[in-house]
């Protein structure tokens, strides 16, 4: 059986999809797993024995350059010709129904009722009930093994293997991580301003921290904040990161913390130590572990609105950051 597997964007959202496929392989073995991703999130993908190929598309650019929709149409249709038993959609929007119906009539997703875009499910030859305020992690496992009469418990999830893999770096890092000390990542950045937690609140934290605390950055904003924060501290910025390299560096951390973002999701990905910051979004994004803990604000989120506006996330206390910080970095890690 060969299926493949839609879930185009963005980092969390891909690493909370990527955990079912250790499931699906042992339940069936046989089975030939394709996934379609966005180009620039590839990356995140490479190297991971459970999938076959990783087919791109750059649906993004279409934004700005409609005349490319023809060139990726064409794209589709030749990864179509790998005639695929069943395609699964874990995105759930129109744009990811459209090309998974593209690659096979036979393509299955969540239900009306389970999605944010409704019209989307109309395209699906078999559909998935699961609430959409649901567990982000439970709802992706949910929608990629029910197709395929496969049940995962929460407890294996809990009990999974790390799931992201990676290369020898492409460039040198060692001199970022000395020997003798904790290393913690500081991941200050997001996709919006209400989910970043103050440059002043992480700067308390490098201060804190008896640890060699690494930033990272994913654009000029955040390498500013980054700038800030090492000038007044002894942290240290990392250069910009290839998905393959941040996968490295995340691998060797003893404590991520970082806001609500793809980089503190690899964390969990990797088994690492991690401490998520929530302000604007649910809790119910992330699975908490032993070692995988989380920090909300005190606001009320609703899953089906959420607020841009809401910066709460500044009132959670560095103070317990760190706290929290120190009780993690004192747990011996059972890859270690």
């Given amino acids: ?34 996934w379609l991703v966005e180009q620039r999130f590839a990356g995140l993908l490479a190297d991971n024995p459970d999938i076959g190929q990783i087919l791109s598309v750059d649906l993004k650019t279409l934004k700005t350059d409609k005349t490319g929709i023809f060139r990726e149409i064409a794209k589709i249709n030749a990864y179509a010709a790998n005639n695929y038993d069943l395609v699964i959609d874990a995105q759930g929007l129109i744009k990811s129904a459209l090309v998974a119906r593209l690659l096979s009539r036979r393509c299955a997703g969540f ?27 439970d709802r992706n496992v949910a929608v990629l093994t029910q197709p395929l009469n496969i049940t995962v418990s929460r407890e294996q999830i809990v009990a999974k293997q790390p799931f992201l893999f990676y290369q020898t770096p492409q460039q040198s890092l060692d001199a970022y991580l ?10 200050i950045g997001s996709t919006w301003p209400s989910r970043n937690y103050p440059k002043e609140s992480y700067l308390q934290i490098a201060q804190a921290l008896n640890a060699n605390c690494l930033i990272s950055w994913g654009n000029d904003q955040e390498r500013e904040a980054a700038d800030w ?10 250069p910009r990161l290839s998905l ?26 990797l ?27 005190p606001s009320t989120v609703n899953p089906f609105k ?3 506006n809401d910066f709460s996330i500044a009132q959670i206390k560095a103070s ?17």
């Fill in 271 to 297: 088994n690492r130590p991690s401490i998520t910051l929530f302000g604007p979004t649910p809790v119910s994004r992330v699975y908490q572990t032993q070692i995988n803990k989380v920090l909300k604000s």
């Fill in 320 to 336: 317990s950051v760190i706290a929290l910080a120190n009780d993690l970095l004192k747990i011996k890690h059972p890859s270690e």
């Fill in 111 to 137: 239900d009306k009722h389970s999605i944010r875009e409704t019209a989307a499910a109309w395209l699906y030859s078999q559909t998935v009930a699961y609430p959409y305020d649901a567990n982000t992690i």
């Fill in 306 to 308: 959420l607020d841009k």
């Fill in 178 to 187: 000395p020997a003798g000390q904790a290393q913690v990542l500081l991941v």
């Fill in 229 to 238: 924060i090492a000038r007044r501290s002894e942290a240290r910025i990392l």
């Fill in 1 to 34: 059986m060969k299926i493949a597997i839609v879930k185009l964007s963005a980092l969390g959202d891909i690493v909370h999809a990527m955990v079912a496929l250790q499931f699906i392989k042992a339940a069936r073995p046989y089975i030939e797993i394709d």
């Fill in 244 to 269: 393959n390299d941040l996968k490295a560096v995340i691998a060797r951390m003893d404590l991520v913390i970082g806001n609500d973002t793809g980089p503190t999701h690899m964390a969990w990905g």
